[in-house]
């Protein structure tokens, strides 16, 4: 049978399709409810069909090894229940079921009975067709769904953000929304990163159809979808996972370990059946709601116990990882795997079978601080800074990187993208914009918050929406402009995109002139050749020579002070010939303070 299948794979470690077996699902005019409660003495389901605690219906123990079951008929959707197990020490404990599908809107805790395959695809040609992305553009938006807008005092439901974001992303350039975390979480302030319900879509914004209804118009519209995933610690809510049939059973058994520096409860990832639960857990969403990626969070904790490499390496949760990810690709070649990784531990996006973690990209957070540390200093000291933003080309091809800027960037006092940039209001959109043209130049994927684009000033707030009455002012219009044409830009050339991890892709022209703070370096397809030139002083240099690979004639396609873009107006209308200077071939431009500049050449 194959329940008996997934079970047995279940305490092996290795099954995806727990939730096949667990949980509550509807078959044969009822439904069957399964839970895993090894150390519990007697275990009851009660919900609203049962008037609670006035008629439990008890459940059956199957498995010598803890798994409970009982099939109920005639039960509705949208029923709400919970288990009631008594534990070995005769305590009574009323737990949301860990593989629910659904649940109350908080601050309700109980699971709620839903039909998942009520829901409808029409995106087989994208599913069969999407890929890793390594020679295509990646460019996503980060979203939290319930600040991008709001209605009055509640946030977008799942049909709302549909009409709305998926022409948004689409006209701004987009390749893929990222999702912070949809799993049901108990406080809004967690920003769904301390999870109750890793099985259930929250219901904050609506329910599983309508959300199935939303991921099948993005792909509709050519967009990807990309969820993040929590795997490191839950909640320690009393319905919720932790101790839950009295004993550790998620969790380690030490409290030292049991407990994360989040004040929750860390993940036992030596556990064979956590392993399973969590496994299954990111097929779910990838199998039931067509997500095309899954971004793991806090990788660095399950690399080191509790992200310290004094401690050591968690080989339990290393194990876990790899298998997770062979597990992925293995059922679902085309979707993305994505570490947050803060650590330097090595050979991130290694294949598994090669001793790597399996991750195909790794958020390059060591290029986002060198980047903004050096935006945020006083171009007066740059001089001393100048390999801030040279070194990440030392290390870049030593794994697949993504360049982010999340939300993480946006809150805790940081001040935004914008507000980080040194000088006056002008000079902070001068550089903002000089910012993100290198950005985009530089090799590797792309991420950013929602309201980067616009120049806010004020930091994330998941109660309020995005600033959107900014657009109302000329500096941050034009700089929303200008962020959407570097979107449409960096998917038009592949010079920008089809070779970011080969070594002929990019070429520094000139990374040593840390007296002018001056950067120039090329990105190349096979088609083509893009020139990115940096200013990062406040002085304006003219008729300034710089090298290029090819001679011919090099357009302009973007320059950061057009004064379109809020900027001072000096651009170059006419595409340049190449000259010869000092024996070697280059184009003669003008810079103007803090100014980027692309320039394109066609190969012949």
């Not at 941050?476 to 044409?485: A, N, V």
């Not at 096979?526 to 002083?537: G, T």
């Not at 304006?540 to 900027?567: A, L, R």
Request: charged letters at 20%; hydrophobic letters at 35%.
């Amino acid at each position: 049978m194959v329940q008996d299948r997934i079970l047995e794979e279940f305490f092996q470690g290795h099954t995806s399709r727990a939730y096949e077996v667990f949980g509550a699902n509807f078959i044969d005019g009822g439904v069957q409810f399964t839970v895993y409660a090894p150390h519990a003495e007697v275990v009851w389901v009660v919900g609203s069909f049962t008037n609670w605690d006035d008629h439990p219906i008890n459940m059956e123990r199957i498995h010598s090894k803890g798994v409970w079951s009982v099939f109920v008929p005639n039960l509705n959707e949208w029923e709400v229940y919970k288990f009631k197990i008594q534990t070995r020490s005769g305590k009574i404990l009323y737990k949301a079921d860990p593989y629910a599908y659904y649940s109350e809107t908080r601050p309700g805790t109980a699971s709620k009975l839903v039909d998942i395959n009520k829901i409808q695809w029409e995106d087989s040609s994208w599913i069969q067709s999407r890929s890793l992305n390594f020679d295509q553009p990646l460019n996503i938006y980060e979203v939290y769904a319930g600040g991008w807008k709001r209605n009055g005092e509640h946030p977008y439901s799942y049909d709302m953000l549909a009409d709305a974001l998926i022409p948004y992303v689409k006209q701004n350039g987009y390749t893929h929304i990222e999702l912070m975390p949809l799993s049901e979480h108990p406080f809004d302030g967690s920003w769904g990163y301390q999870v109750s319900g890793y099985y259930a879509l929250t219901s904050r914004y609506g329910n599983p159809v309508e959300f199935g209804r939303f991921v099948n118009r993005c792909h509709q519209a050519g967009i990807g979808v990309i969820m993040d995933m929590v795997p490191v610690h839950f909640v320690k809510d009393d319905f919720g996972l932790r101790y839950f049939d009295g004993e550790a059973l998620y969790e380690y058994g030490d409290e030292a370990n049991a407990n994360s520096q989040w004040g929750t409860m860390n993940f036992n990832l030596w556990s064979e059946v956590v392993r399973s639960f969590l496994i299954s857990s990111a097929t779910f969403w990838v199998d039931t709601y067509h997500m095309d990626g899954i971004r793991i969070d806090a990788v660095s904790n399950l690399i080191y116990w509790d992200g310290n490499r004094d401690r050591g390496t968690n080989q339990g949760a290393i194990d876990f990882i790899k298998r997770l990810n062979y597990s992925i690709h293995h059922e679902f070649p085309g979707v993305m795997m994505i570490a947050e990784d803060s650590s330097d531990f090595a050979n991130v996006t290694a294949s598994s079978d090669k001793d790597g973690l399996g991750f195909d990209y790794k958020w390059d957070l060591g290029w986002m601080n060198d980047t903004l540390h050096y935006y945020e200093t006083d171009p007066l000291y740059r001089y001393y800074d100048h390999n801030k933003l040279t070194f990440s080309m030392a290390y870049f091809y030593s794994e697949k990187f993504l360049l982010p800027f999340s939300h993480d960037e946006n809150v805790h006092g940081k001040k935004t993208i914008v507000d980080r940039m040194w000088g006056s209001y002008e000079q902070k959109f001068a550089q903002a914009r000089n910012l993100y043209a290198y950005m985009y130049a530089h090799p590797g994927k792309k991420l950013n918050f929602m309201g980067n684009e616009l120049g806010s000033f004020r930091e994330f707030d998941e109660s309020r929406e995005l600033d959107w009455q900014l657009l109302q002012y000329p500096m941050h219009d034009s700089f929303h402009q200008y962020i959407q044409k570097l979107n449409q830009i960096y998917s038009s050339y592949d010079s920008l995109y089809q070779n970011d991890y080969r070594y002929d892709g990019f070429k520094w022209i000139d990374a040593d002139n840390n007296v002018q703070s001056v950067y120039s370096f090329y990105r190349q397809s096979d088609s083509e050749c893009l020139v990115c030139i940096l200013n990062l002083s406040g002085n304006m240099y003219q008729d300034f020579y710089v090298n290029v690979p090819y001679k011919g004639y090099y357009k302009e396609i973007i320059n950061s002070e057009d004064s379109k873009y809020g900027g001072c107006g000096l651009i170059h209308p006419r595409a340049i010939r190449s000259c010869r200077h000092e024996g070697k071939d280059c184009i003669k431009v003008n810079l103007a303070p803090f100014v980027a500049i692309y320039f394109v050449i066609r190969k012949k």
